[in-house]
Structures are given as C-alpha cells and as structure tokens.
Nanobody, 125 residues
Framework: QLQLVESGGGLVQPGGSLRLLCAAS????????VAWFRQASGKEREGVSRIGTRGRSIDYADSVEGRFTISRNNAKDAIYPQMNSVIPEDTAVYYCARQGRYSSEWYNVRAYDMWGQGTQVTVSS
C-alpha cells in the first residue's frame, strides 16, 4: 500500500526545537514536490512549507518564515521539517503531502493527492 508516514511529533516547550520526519512507503519521493500542512483544533488546514523535487525550491508560510526549515533526502525517500523557536501557536497536527497536481499556490490543498496520517505537535510549558 502506498503511503506517507509522519513521525517526530510530541510536546515541546516554547522556544524549543523539534525535527519531524515524513517517510514514503512504496512510492518514490524524488519525482514530487512535498509539502507540510498543519491543522490546529477548530481551524482550517494551512500550508507550512513546500520543497521541490531537488530541494532547491522552498516555500514557507509567513508565520514560520525564519523559524522553520525543510530539507529532503531523495535516496532515503524522506523529508525533514525542522521546527525552531516554536511558539504555542505552532500547536497542531502536522501532515505531509505529495503534490500530484499543478497549482500556482503551493498551499492549495487541492494540489496534493496523497497525505499522511499526521503527527501531533504541542507547544506548551
């Protein structure tokens, strides 16, 4: 079964860091851009970051610019979002998604055709 699997979530204190992982099972990541989205309780899903196929093209939401980074290792079919200087507003379920369709807006959820199950990140002291 083709799938994406997120891991690395958990409880982190404000100002701390967390490294997430998105791994692919039975698919090849290298041919696709991959994005991270998050959904806080009671809010819509929002784009956090997107990385192109070769890792050279990267987009970030304004809310995480300068604090989060993203990288990929195509040989391992893995994406590594790095969360730094986290704040309570970063609390959400984080999802990785494969971009299977073109969109001029990288954060458009309709551009993504495969999603992971999500990993919870809670920022609290």
């Amino acid at each position: 079964q083709l799938q994406l699997v997120e891991s690395g979530g958990g409880l982190v204190q404000p100002g701390g860091s967390l490294r997430l992982l998105c791994a692919a099972s039975r698919i090849t990541f290298a041919d696709y851009a991959v994005a991270w989205f998050r959904q806080a309780s009671g809010k819509e899903r929002e784009g956090v970051s997107r990385i192109g196929t070769r890792g050279r093209s990267i987009d970030y939401a304004d809310s995480v610019e300068g604090r989060f980074t993203i990288s990929r290792n195509n040989a391992k079919d893995a994406i590594y979002p790095q969360m730094n200087s986290v704040i309570p507003e970063d609390t959400a379920v984080y999802y990785c998604a494969r971009q299977g369709r073109y969109s001029s807006e990288w954060y458009n959820v309709r551009a993504y055709d495969m999603w992971g199950q999500g990993t919870q990140v809670t920022v609290s002291s």
